[in-house]
């Protein structure tokens, strides 16, 4: 089945910085992948996800960046804000349909 | 809409005791899952539902039981807790399982095992 890596596991930036969190797949049928963002004891809440026929897309302050051959796609978090201290986890839906999550990243926001 | 509703939010059991945690939603959506959620792991595939009547195993299903008997349903079962199945546990529901259909995520069960 599909592995998802995330690299760093902790970032920490300081605020109006920009922030990138970079993940690397395994199996090469995967074709949908979204970013989650979870703050301290909520839900997983979807902020971007990209398709394998696009190889960039963006929403506001953030983008995600999407690399078929090398098997990686990174989030790409603009102008940081204290509210974007969170978890952010990365996923990757494989030949098997079902979504493979990567371990999580949490970002702190330095005020 | 109340989207994915999980109950209870919280509950500790003794070990060897058996519950039922109840996923509800009300997006008409065909696909259901559960995960399980532990510190440094992730989001883990306990077991999962292509439709009403459907279930499969994910990549942890052991000593976890589910059923999809209703559409907006999907419950989760432990039939003998133990330790090891303390947790966070999350439902999500998506349309279908292909390519760009997001899941979406209830607030979670967070369950201690004694």
């Known amino acids: 089945g599909e592995n998802v890596e995330q690299h760093p596991s902790t970032l920490s930036v300081q605020e109006g910085d920009s922030a990138v969190i970079k993940c690397t797949y395994s199996?090469?049928?995967?074709?949908?992948f979204p970013w989650y963002k979870q703050e301290l004891g909520k839900r997983p809440q979807l902020i971007i996800d990209i398709r394998s026929n696009v190889g960039e897309k963006k929403d506001q302050r953030i983008a995600v960046t999407l690399n078929k051959t090398a098997k990686h796609f990174s989030l790409h978090i603009t102008e940081t804000q204290p509210e974007d201290s969170a978890v952010y986890f990365c996923a990757a839906r494989g030949g098997n349909n079902r979504l493979a999550f990567g371990k999580g990243n949490q970002v702190v926001v330095i005020p | 809409n109340a989207g994915v509703t999980q109950t209870p939010k919280f509950r500790v059991l003794k070990t060897g005791q058996s519950m039922t945690l109840l996923c509800a939603q009300d997006m008409n959506h065909e696909y259901m899952y559960w995960y399980r959620q532990d510190p440094g792991m992730g989001l883990r595939l306990i077991h999962y539902s292509v439709g009403e009547g459907t279930t499969a195993k994910g990549e942890v299903p052991d000593g976890y039981n589910v059923s999809r008997l209703k559409k907006q349903n999907f419950l989760l079962g432990l039939e003998s807790a133990a330790p090891s199945q303390t947790s966070v546990y999350f439902c999500?529901?998506?349309?279908?399982?292909?390519?760009?259909?997001?899941?979406?995520f209830g607030d979670g069960t967070r369950l201690s095992i004694l």
């Open positions: 199996d090469s049928a995967s074709n949908y």
């Open positions: 999500a529901s998506s349309y279908y399982g292909n390519s760009n259909q997001p899941q979406h």
